[in-house]
Structures are given as C-alpha cells and as structure tokens.
C-alpha cells in the first residue's frame, strides 16, 4: 500500500468546503459590487490555500500527501478519504487558478444575476477541487455528479448562444449517461474486494478505497469488463470521440467562464491516469485495448484538426481543436511508458492555461465585437490574402 502523509489540519477539506461556505455568503448579500469583491477574495483565498499545499507538498515522494481519512458509511466500507499526489496537485494548481481568473474577466461581462452567477462558479470550484483530492472511489463520484448541478445553470442561465437551453440539457444528460456505466465499475471493484476479504478473512470486507482496492488482485477478464465500463464514463466526461457532440454545443453556447473549465480542466484523461491505469493494469496493457484506445485518439487528432479548419466561428475552432489536443493526450496516456503518461499529464497540464487564454481572447473578442463568427471570418480571409504582382 502508498504510504501516507498527514499535515495536522484539514486543509484539503478546507479547501473543499470554502467556496460552498463563500458561496452561502454570497447569497446573504445583497449589494452587487460586493458580491463580486467577496467572489474574488474567495477565490484568491482558495489560491492562497493551493500555495499552502504546493509549498508543503514533498515532490520526492511517492507518497500520498496532506491524508484526511474518516469512516463515513462503515457498512458500506465508504469512507471520507482525501489526499493529493504529484498529479493530482498539479490539476488542484490549474483549478483554483482558472477559477479566480474566471471571476476576473466576469467582472464587467456579467451583468444579470450576478449574484447567482459567482453563487454558482464557486460550487463548481468546490466540486472540481473535490474530483482531485478524493480518493474514495464513492467521494469521487460524488463530486463527479454534484459538478453537473451548478454547469447546467451556468450554461443555461449566462450562456451567450440562442441553443443554451439545448446545449446545457445534452451536457448534462451525455455525462449522466456515462456516469451510469462508471457507477457499475465502481461497484463491481467493490465487489472483487468483498470476495477477496472474504477468502482471507479480512475486517471490513467492503471497500471503495483507492489505496485499499490497490492491494487486490483483479482477473484479467473482469478487468476488461471495469475498463469498459469506467471508460464509458471518462470518454462521455473527456470527451473521446466519438462521444464529443456535447462539447462544441456548450463551448459556443455557454459563457466563457464555463467553456474556461470545460476545455481547461481535462477530468476525462485525469480519471484514466488516475484510476484506470493503477488499478486495471493488465486490461489496459492488453493489445486490443491499446489498439481500440489508440485508434480513437488518432481519429481525434484527424477529426478535430481537419473540422476545426473550417470552422467560420472562432469558439466552435476552439471547440474541435480541443478534441484535437484531447486525442494527444489520449496518445501519451495509452503508449503505457514513463515518457508517454508523463507528456500526457503535462500536456493536460499546460492545455489547461493555453486553452483558457484562448477562450478568455474569445470573450474579449465577443465582448467588443458581439460576434466570434465575423472575427474567425476576418482570420480566414487574411491567412488567404495574397499580395498582387
């Protein structure tokens, strides 16, 4: 098993639970240019507790770092268990970052419900940080699902585009739909456990946590089965190709801030490095699975490069070239070697502030131009300019 590092105070708890209680706060006050002032004091407050783990956190070590651990549902072997690893920190960095920029660039673009706008990005920033620090696999989902709630308002409510209603709705259903699968690969790692405790006789025989469910042998066969069905889940999330319709519909439709988190933060391929590889290694070395994953990342190189081309807006460019970089991604993750899973994660890393700056120019754009399609329009017809003899 990981070893594991404590820190004397909750502090990843802490950094869960700020933004639900600033998000209480906010919905208390009443005057709009505090309620954004409390917004960004929150989110930089976050960032200020993000430091705090970064400057602690032993880049040496293998081990799981800043542990909280509580039994939750002790019949179910569900347990509250948080803890941060030189991956996970790294997406914990990119998240509250993103956030605290996002309530910057709000601040005179959004200019209806306002309140109910930071009220709903802070959630989502406690959700997010959530994904990342948990390590029971039931806490995980959890906030894997809890994430749809303040998305689908902040897509429908402040989106830009006449289909947002359209495009919040398909989001939400396409990730439930996935989540589905995910939840039954959940539960049946669950009960492999079960069945191997019971064999060896070992108190308590149920258990969802990452590190516990690492000591366990898995069949071969029945990790093929919790591959599929975990993928189905991630791929939804990521998304894979083909399962990427949602993403261009709430990148154009939705508000920058939202398309920000979405094309920025990469939970798909995070859950892959994550859980996937750990804990299914002889499924994911299999040569039919690496043949399938590869094949679809190749075709998600392909596929969004050559339809972003000839995208006349500017977001929907954006949109398909994120399923492009996905597909990298993808790549590195699957070639199952140091250097491929280390460029993947780092790409998801550096995609996350590159992509963001695209978009955040994309608001700008729109801000003063009402339009991303004419301004994608003027790009094309000056990369065909040619000077005449």
């Not at 920033?125 to 959530?130: D, F, H, I, K, P």
């Amino acid at each position: 098993m990981l070893q594991e590092l404590t820190f004397g105070f909750p502090l990843l708890s802490l950094m869960i639970f700020l933004p639900i209680g600033g998000a209480v706060i906010l919905w208390l006050i009443e005057d709009e240019d505090l309620v954004k002032k409390s917004a960004l004091a929150i989110a930089g407050l976050e960032c200020f507790l993000c430091a705090i783990v970064l400057q602690g956190f032993i880049p040496d070590s293998a081990a799981m770092q800043f542990s909280e651990r509580v039994r939750w549902i002790p019949a179910l072997g569900i347990s509250y268990h948080l803890a941060v690893d030189g991956i996970s920190v790294l997406f914990l960095l990119v998240s509250t970052m993103l956030t605290a920029l996002i309530v910057l660039y709000s601040w005179d673009t959004v200019r209806t419900q306002a309140q109910e706008y930071y009220i709903a990005l802070l959630g989502l920033e406690a959700t997010l940080v959530g994904i990342f620090v948990s390590i029971d696999l039931v806490v995980f989902f959890v906030f894997w699902e809890l994430m749809l709630i303040p998305s689908y308002f902040l897509i429908k409510l402040w989106g830009t585009g006449v289909e947002r209603q359209y495009a919040a709705l398909k989001y939400v259903l396409y990730t439930l739909l996935g989540s589905v699968f995910m939840l039954v690969g959940i539960v049946l790692l669950d009960l492999n456990y079960h069945e191997w405790a019971a064999t060896h006789r070992i108190e308590p025989s149920f258990t969802f946590d990452f590190l516990d469910l690492l000591t366990v042998p898995i069949p071969v066969e029945k990790q093929v089965l919790i591959f599929w069905l975990m993928f189905m889940g991630l791929a939804f999330k990521a998304p894979m190709v083909p399962f990427h319709t949602w993403l261009p519909d709430a990148l154009v439709e939705g508000p920058i801030g939202m398309s920000v988190i979405l094309a920025g933060v990469k939970l798909g391929t995070y859950g892959f490095v994550r859980f996937s590889l750990p804990l299914l290694p002889d499924a994911v070395s299999r040569p039919d699975v690496v043949t399938v994953m590869i094949v679809l990342a190749v075709a998600a190189i392909l596929y969004g490069a050559i339809i972003a081309l000839i995208q006349p807006d500017f977001r929907r460019l954006l949109a398909f070239s994120s399923i492009s970089h996905l597909g990298f991604v993808v790549l590195g993750v699957f070639a199952l070697n140091f250097q491929g899973i280390q460029g993947g994660v780092l790409t998801m890393i550096n995609l996350g502030f590159s992509t963001a700056g695209l978009f955040f120019l994309a608001g700008f754009l729109y801000t003063r131009r009402h339009s991303s399609r004419r301004w994608a329009a003027w790009l094309t017809r000056c990369r065909s300019w040619r000077p005449t003899s």
